[in-house]
């Protein structure tokens, strides 16, 4: 059958590491996995118990925009997250923040419109502009930038900037004065900005800006899948401008209906102060992890790591090791049976020279991977 | 902020009649719900009890295509219900039909291209077509033909045709030859194909055709929503052709990540003989509302409707009492408390003189609907 130009997407590279070491788990050998971009944790138990106890009823659609009291409570979370009053009206409930891109990209942009995302950045932005007949355009960000863009990077002539703070798979923030740059920049092209935001709520040091503080004329989009350990659950929300609300409504409603309602009833639960304990127990590993990361990475040779200020990544420049992040990937798939992602998902350019780590995992899963690691290394 | 040409898709028209009906209802009127797409009943018992047990699992991102046995149950229905042996590799787990269409829109056409919708038809595939920079071409069905297209009726010119059958709102089928004609014509000038065939399982004589019955170079979509009654759960499928697995399953990946997990469990137990007792038994609740409307609604005035073989659903041509179906829907919610879909949703055309009556809710609240429809219909 005829298929279209715009479908033949590139494959996430890392697909390749994951199939390898499910054929290694399959033959009986442990495999630390570094590569996942998930918390290995479960919804939080109040998300959980509050969908039990939904299960007596319909369940069927909600409104487009989402349930109501879901949409309250995800204003009250900017009012905590950022003393910000935010109008629950502006609030829409997506399924995931993959939905929201979605939405947002056939709100935003046409046929043959240019939009600048970060490199290295999350690689689905890329792939969904191109699905949607956009064109992406690489910004090749700078470590001494934190990897994050700077307002000379963004072109004059696109009609949209993505941006991602902390960004995936950097973990770096964009701090208040760096995200005023970007947004004056982009309000001074005409161009829309997109402010991913879906690692808010895991950082380790200064909290990150939402873009939502500094202007209402965004589109900030976030999720239930990471702080809230909900990733499966494909819950995720968007905010958009007062006047973009109709227009966001009626993609919804076709392109999607709406999101999963049992996944909005547990995501109601989630933003409850329980499941909020929850999730900080969560950080609190992950913090952990990052220091052990911090602590013993360097040591053993992977001495050039962006800081992480967030998220639960390590992105570490390894071209003083390889010219090809894939290839030692896959060595260090076979030979430590830890998997990491080559840079190549995030970097079509410079992620030859790149490997992202998740420490997203236990601390003994972590520990372990490390100590394989530098195993690996010392034997190289 | 700056807003697409393709984002600006038209507003569902039942809206208004919800809207004006969730009034109502807040002012503590009784209104009689025939304007409703979904079933009133929650999924079945077993899929409810497969999720509440799967509810300590951690629940992550499944693979992008779906769960490995959820695809292979899928494939395991087409045996049941057409005989057909279906690889399972060739089954995407999708976020409801609504994400299937998505996907086959941006595997299958680029930005200008073509696409010949039935008229009426379900409003969607319009506006996500739109949405996605792809021209729908309206195909004016006729009475005589069940408002299903037939050879004639597709341009030289489109790059795709949408099928459905049962259809929305018709409920009207295609039989077997008249499904083959479709797919030779479509072969004949190069077009792909898309079946929708969400009503499946939903039919009160002969059952309906699978395009795949004779055709693998097909896109079929389905769903859980309507036979399994699991709306708001966001789940369905397609079965793609060979060569386009892999070009979907990158999409999903991007687009969507998975299909909700938990919707996936549920779905996999919905599968089951016990689950399909139970569509049974709603299938003869609703075979038993269609017999109510088909013998009273002529009787009162309704006498034009097409062949009501699946589906839930009466597609009432009512050109002899109005030529504005919003202004005779919106004068049956206020004087008899019934609401009921204008046509103009489904034929932005003809619509005018048609409405959608739904007989998916209980047999007592369809009985209530025709009593008080036959009492407008005399008062009028």
Redesign the interface.
């Known amino acids: ?12 590279i890392v ?1 390749d590491v994951m199939e390898a070491a499910a054929r290694a788990e399959a033959q009986g050998r442990r495999i630390v996995h570094m590569e996942v971009g ?6 939080p138990r109040a998300a ?1 118990d509050a ?2 106890q939904a ?8 409104i487009p925009l989402g349930m109501p009291e879901l949409r309250a409570a995800i204003a009250g979370l900017y009012r905590r997250w950022y003393g910000i009053d935010l109008d629950p009206a502006r609030v829409v409930v997506t ?2 923040s ?2 929201a ?2 939405l947002a990209f ?8 240019r939009v600048a995302v970060g490199e290295p950045g999350y ?2 932005y890329r ?2 502009l191109r ?3 956009v064109q992406p355009v690489g910004m090749q960000t700078r470590a001494e930038n934190r990897y994050q863009p700077v307002p000379g990077d963004i072109p004059d002539d696109v ?1 949209g900037v993505m941006i991602a703070s902390p960004g995936n798979p950097s973990g770096t923030m964009l701090d208040r004065d760096a995200l005023a740059a970007l947004v004056a920049r982009t309000q001074d092209i ?3 900005l997109i402010s991913d935001e879906i690692y808010h709520g895991l950082d380790y040091g200064a909290r990150p800006v939402s873009a939502l503080e500094l202007t209402d ?3 900030v989009i976030n999720s239930f899948s990471k702080y809230f350990s909900m ?4 819950v995720g929300w968007m905010v958009v ?1 007062p ?2 609300v109709r ?1 966001i409504g ?2 919804v ?11 909005q009833v547990a995501a109601l639960a989630a933003l409850s102060p329980e499941a909020d304990a929850e999730a900080q127990e969560n950080l609190a590993v992950y913090a952990h992890n990052r220091q052990l990361m911090l602590d013993r990475l360097p040591a053993m040779g992977f001495d050039r790591i962006a800081p992480p200020d967030g998220a639960f990544y390590i992105y570490a420049d390894v071209s003083a090791l390889t010219d090809d992040s894939r290839a030692l990937a896959a060595e260090i798939l076979d030979r430590a049976g830890v998997a990491v992602t080559p840079g190549l998902d995030f970097d079509p350019i410079r992620g030859a020279g790149t490997l992202r780590l998740s420490y997203a995992q236990s601390t003994a899963e972590i520990t372990e991977g490390l100590d394989r690691l530098a195993d690996f290394m010392a034997r190289r």
Not at 1 to 12: E, K, L, N, T
Not at 38 to 43: D, E, R, V
Not at 253 to 263: K, Q, R, Y
């Open positions: 059958m005829r298929q279209s130009q715009r479908g033949q997407v590139d494959p996430f697909m998930q918390p290995s944790t479960p919804a959980l969908l039990g299960l007596s009823q319909p369940l069927g659609y909600t399924p995931g993959s939905g891109f979605v056939s709100a935003l942009f046409d046929a043959g419109d690689p689905s792939q969904i699905a949607m007949s009609q005409g161009a829309a004329d965004v589109v990733t499966g659950w494909r401008p006047d973009m227009t009626r993609l409603a076709n392109m999607f209906i709406c999101a999963p309602h049992a996944s």
